[in-house]
């Protein structure tokens, strides 16, 4: 981290400042490592200023957690449900792979506040009127989301082992050891699976299996 600190000039300390200083510091940090001390440091304050605006640092996670959804309208997807959990989905997926701190959050905090449920709103609604019942409206929403958590945080894995040298390292001796005779057709997809293993064309084709596997849930409507 740079010595270069964002400290907060006198009176000028606000939620706002709080919430995005605390991002930048899960963003190089890490979430695990972040801590109430450290941002007070950052900010060029007294750790008790914080208390004043967030009671604890799980308030303030929550916090910066809801300041992320509201980056993306999730809840502003139009046209058949079909389309609307697409555009949900995928704004999910990049909202998540350009803040990977945010997968963190996620898995250590209830998935809540009005950003998210803006989100579960647009969805469930979208199945309900498409004639899915309560169940498996709900189930559908669920398989959704972690079809969507999973995906992005395998992606963000991937990403980083390959942009360390090491990492790759890692991945070409892992492959290599795959014995040809015990597992020839992974030897034989070896390429193709490695090119599997994010991007924009494997997750639309994990994405469209997901919704066409919903589509015997709907109930068509009866005319009038």
């Given at each position: 981290m740079s010595d270069k600190r964002t400290r907060a000039p006198r009176n000028t300390l606000n939620p706002e400042l709080i919430v995005t200083t605390a991002l930048g510091l899960m963003k190089t940090e890490g979430v695990e490592a972040f801590s109430l001390r450290a941002l007070a440091k950052e900010l060029g304050v007294g750790p008790m200023a914080l208390y004043t605006y967030?009671?604890?640092?799980?308030?303030?996670?929550?916090?910066?957690?809801?300041?992320?959804?509201s980056t993306r309208k999730l809840s502003s997807a139009q046209g058949p449900w079909q389309q609307q959990l697409r555009s949900v989905a995928t704004g999910l997926r990049?909202?998540?792979?350009e803040h990977p701190c945010l997968l963190r959050i996620l898995a250590s905090r209830p998935l809540k506040?009005?950003?998210t449920a803006a989100a579960t709103e647009t969805v469930v609604r979208a199945l309900r009127e498409a004639g899915f019942s309560k169940e498996?409206?709900?189930r559908a929403h669920t398989s959704l989301f972690t079809f969507v958590l999973g995906a992005a945080l395998w992606e963000s894995q991937m990403n980083a082992e390959?942009?360390?040298?090491?990492?790759?390292r890692r991945l070409r001796a892992t492959m290599a050891a795959?014995?040809?005779v015990d597992y020839p057709t992974v030897v034989d997809l070896a390429g193709e699976l490695a090119a599997t293993s994010g991007g924009?064309?494997?997750?639309?084709?994990?994405?469209?299996?997901?919704?066409?596997?919903l589509e015997p849930f709907t109930t068509p409507r009866r005319s009038s």
């Open positions: 967030f009671r604890n640092k799980d308030e303030l996670i929550d916090a910066v957690r809801d300041h992320l959804f990049e909202l998540l792979l506040g009005p950003e498996n409206a709900a390959k942009q360390d040298p090491e990492g790759r795959v014995s040809e924009d064309a494997q997750f639309e084709f994990g994405l469209t299996a997901l919704i066409m596997g």
